[in-house]
């Protein structure tokens, strides 16, 4: 009897083991997808990685499509999820277009559709509450927050904190190398503030993320100590935008602030709660953040100059030399108007697959002129590419549709935490719609943040009640 019974318990024991394994997945498994996306953006740092940097760029792609398959469950899908099987439908079907890169180009870049999309299917599947978009938004924020400071940090001390930089940067020769350098405030020759990145500019994106979430922070953290932590890396992060001379980022951090200034007046206006806590909670929120944006502005933008010298006032006084369609035209708008002119009536279906970006150059045979690879420095020609006009409609569709609901959300009768938290995520939202006329967001990590974002949001709605019929009914 006792013999037998060892066995049992030792399997019990297995089984209690396997449980709280699965467990813990279902309630962290999005918080360790961003913190692997982090470690392997670190990771890509060394130039010693060698042969397996393709493996540690494709890491996190794997692990979105292996969660999108082998995970078990069942949710409320996000209102998104419809355009988002269309999407794949449409890319699934241009596998088969004869223009077509490589067998091998073309499956890895509908793996890679797959994976960016995943988050929208499984992560629905997953125990998800408000502890967890707090989890989340804590650590992007901390994270680009980091690296938002050593982006500042290589400015202000050449040669100290830079790590390696891209190959694919590098083989572009030295002519557009040199294109990525200015002088610092001590004249001496530094590249664009790279953060924890490979790629000179790269801390832009950071700053844009530590600014936003950082708002998101001061705005909900009641302790005033804890809000200037928040409004400490509001500056950093805008300080960091101008010493990377990426424009368009301070472009997107605009129109983002922008979005949550009209978002969180709208509510003022027309969300009149009962709830006296709440009330609390919410008062001065807008005048707030009026004013810690003067404060940000300010601050962010003399310590640029303080570290990168008058070369950062130069560079972003290009937005204002002429108006706004000009400036944009003079530069990413040219690549629009040569899709729109050049590409849309060669491929109003697409071109085939695996033709632009990473998937052409880790996979690719570009020997044959009819499939060889086309440049897309944008998302809108990155769809054309792929999928054509069809794609490029269905594609915004859900974009619109992750906006709506964050936007809907953030006016509801509900928590005022979530209600901010919304508002954020509904100007983070905008902010990725606007970076489309500037780079291929969605075929990028990025892209993947995003729909994990919002799935999150949808999720944490979802399982407090507040995800209404009519809210659910947006798709």
């Known amino acids: ?98 223009n077509g890169n490589s067998l091998a180009a073309s499956a890895a870049q509908i793996g890679m559709y797959v994976a960016i999309l995943g988050p929208l299917f499984w992560v629905q599947r997953l125990s998800i509450d408000m502890s967890n978009l707090r989890r989340v938004l804590l650590m992007i924020w901390i994270f680009q927050s980091i690296s938002a400071v050593v982006g500042i940090l290589q400015v202000d001390f050449p040669g100290h904190f830079a790590p390696a930089i891209s190959t694919i940067i590098l083989n572009q020769g030295r002519a557009y190398v040199r294109g990525l350098e200015y002088e610092n405030a001590n004249g001496q020759l530094v590249f664009r503030a790279m953060g924890l990145s490979d790629v000179p500019g790269g801390a832009a994106l950071a700053g844009t993320y530590a600014a936003l979430f950082g708002a998101a922070f001061m705005l909900t953290w009641r302790r005033w100590p804890a809000r200037l932590v928040a409004v400490g890396s509001m500056v950093v992060g805008l300080a960091a935008i101008f010493l990377s001379h990426v424009r368009v980022a301070l472009v997107t951090l605009v129109i983002c602030a922008a ?55 130069a560079r972003f006084a290009t937005l204002t030399a002429s108006d706004p369609g000009t400036v944009y035209h003079q530069n990413r708008g040219r690549f629009i108007e040569y899709s729109i002119n050049e590409l849309l009536p060669q491929y109003p ?56 609901f ?70």
Request: with cysteine.
């Open 1 to 98: 009897m006792t013999s037998g019974a060892a066995p049992y318990a030792e399997n019990r024991y297995v089984l209690e083991r396997r449980h709280a394994s699965v467990g813990f997945l279902r309630t962290h498994a999005v918080e360790l997808m961003f913190a692997l996306g982090f470690v392997c953006q670190v990771a890509l740092l060394s130039g010693s990685i060698g042969q397996v940097r393709v493996l540690v760029r494709m890491a996190v792609f794997g692990t979105s499509l292996v969660l999108a398959f082998a995970l078990r469950g069942r949710g409320k899908p996000s209102p998104a999820v419809k355009p988002a099987k269309l999407v794949l439908a449409i890319v699934g079907l241009a596998f088969f277009n004869p």
């Open 406 to 475: 964050a936007f809907r959300l953030s006016l509801a009768q509900i928590d005022p935490e979530l209600a901010i938290m919304a508002a954020v995520i509904c100007a983070y939202d905008v902010g990725a719609l606007a970076t489309c006329l500037d780079s291929p967001f969605f075929g990028s990590q990025s892209g993947m943040e995003f729909w994990m974002l919002n799935a999150v949001l949808f999720a944490v709605a979802a399982s407090s009640g507040q995800a209404s019929r009519d809210q659910m009914r947006a798709g």
């Open 259 to 313: 979005v949550l200034t009209i978002v969180l007046a709208i509510r003022r206006i027309w969300v009149r709660t009962t709830n006296r806590a709440w009330r609390r909670y919410e008062a001065g929120t807008l005048t707030r953040l009026l004013a810690v944006l003067g404060v940000v502005a300010f601050f962010g933008f003399s310590w640029a100059i303080a570290v990168g010298g008058n070369g950062v006032a």
């Open 349 to 404: 279906l697409g071109a085939g697959l695996g033709r632009w970006g990473m998937m052409n150059h880790y996979f690719g045979d570009n020997s044959d002129p009819n499939s060889a690879m086309i440049w897309a420095e944008e998302q809108i020609t990155a769809w054309l590419l792929d999928g054509g006009v069809p794609l490029i409609i269905v594609y915004l569709w859900a974009i619109a549709l992750a906006i709506l």
